[in-house]
């Protein structure tokens, strides 16, 4: 098993963050080198993904791991939900939001490529 702490940092190549549109939902393109990627088995490939994943999902990105040639090796994609409308109560006094119920996971995918190879199985 690859220790996560000494290698993680020197996998990632470089990352880029786009801005949502109207065309698509805001992302995270990390880039990775395809010698240490090879390295990993298929649970510390998913393991890696995860992780990044979860935290780009956290602040509503997507997240595409791509190689040096800009190959898609990875990706965690969520399904975009818009926030709910907060209902406004009322009384004599003030107008306070109600609290949303915005508890549910969102629904997530994570993809690993079959076709890159692996060195380590």
């Known amino acids: ?3 996560r702490s000494t290698i993680w940092p020197k996998l990632v190549l470089d990352w880029r ?3 949502g549109n109207s065309q698509g939902d805001p992302q995270i393109n990390v880039i990775v080198r395809p010698d240490l990627w ?3 088995t298929y649970y510390e490939r998913y393991a890696f993904v995860r992780k990044f994943g979860n935290d780009a999902q956290s602040f509503g990105y ?4 791509l190689d040096s040639q800009d190959f898609l090796v990875a990706a ?3 399904q975009s939900i818009p926030p709910s409308p907060t209902k406004i109560l009322q009384d004599q006094t003030s107008v306070s939001p109600e609290p949303s119920a915005q508890s549910q996971p969102v629904p997530c995918r994570l993809w690993l490529s079959p076709n890159y190879p692996t060195l380590a199985f």
């Not at 997507?62 to 791991?65: N, T, V």
């Open 1 to 3: 098993m690859v220790d």
């Open 17 to 19: 963050a786009y801005a």
């Open 38 to 40: 090879s390295r990993y």
């Open 62 to 65: 997507q997240l595409l791991i």
């Open 76 to 78: 965690y994609t969520c």
